[in-house]
């Protein structure tokens, strides 16, 4: 159990070390939503490699953690109309965490699924984006 514990921390530890390099990256913005002034924190697009990358990390507050992390809970709706335009970010992984996001919205929300018909995404984007879902 305690060894269990232990590589947890150290995994957060090395995810905590990216911070610098992701608020940096997001400019102290939600990677999502672009929301300032609201506690960021380092979330790994699932599922979650052996060992940390930052090329699959966000720096992302709450709301937006929640989605990514908990897609069983994710509630759609207005509020996500955003991702029509992070899905076009330069980063894979922002890219591929809208993808998702877009794609569970698509059947009740006409506006992510015009989104979705518009977007075009690298292979390596869509990949990543249908790794957890």
């Known amino acids: 159990m305690a ?14 070390s990216f911070g610098k390099e992701l ?14 002034g609201r506690k960021l924190a380092v979330v790994e697009l699932p599922p979650e490699p052996r060992e940390p990358e930052i090329e699959r990390c966000l ?9 990514v992390l908990e897609p069983k809970r994710f509630q759609g ?5 955003c991702l029509a335009q992070t899905v076009w ?9 809208a993808l998702r996001l877009l ?4 059947g009740s929300q006409p506006w992510a699924r015009e989104a979705l018909e518009t977007m ?13 879902d």
């Open 77 to 81: 709706g207005d509020h996500w109309r």
């Open 59 to 67: 720096m992302l507050c709450d709301d937006c953690a929640q989605a």
């Open 3 to 16: 060894k269990g514990r232990e590589q947890h921390q150290a995994r957060l530890a090395h995810l905590s």
């Open 103 to 106: 794609k569970r919205q698509e």
């Open 89 to 97: 970010s330069g980063e894979p992984a922002i890219q591929a965490a």
């Open 120 to 132: 075009f995404a690298e292979e390596e984007v869509e990949t990543l984006a249908g790794e957890a």
């Open 23 to 36: 608020t940096r990256r997001a400019k102290s913005k939600c990677e999502l939503c672009e929301a300032a």
